[in-house]
């Protein structure tokens, strides 16, 4: 899949849990809907683009999310 498609789904995921009060719990939970609802090669993927690139073009609590939890999306 191309990166540019898998950041727009990820932000899409983050502009949801954003609107959370507590983001520590944002950040858990879209590392746990990208676990649950995406393939393991597109986390493979993202989180290869996350070390890369920095996060360019992800929203920072995506991109934070993908770091915390990088050992748990890449299983």
């Not at 954003?18 to 393991?40: G, M, T």
């Not at 683009?49 to 360019?56: D, L, N, Y």
Request: net charge negative; charged share 25%; proline share 3%.
């Amino acid at each position: 899949m191309q990166t540019q498609r898998l950041l727009e789904m990820a932000n899409q995921i983050g502009d949801f849990f954003q609107s959370y009060p507590d983001p520590v719990e944002a950040r858990k939970d879209i590392a746990n809907h990208l676990k649950k609802f995406w393939a393991l090669s597109m986390r493979e993927q993202i989180i290869a683009h996350v070390e890369a690139q920095q996060g360019a073009g992800l929203h920072a609590i995506v991109g934070e999310a993908i770091k915390e939890h990088r050992a748990t999306l890449a299983s």
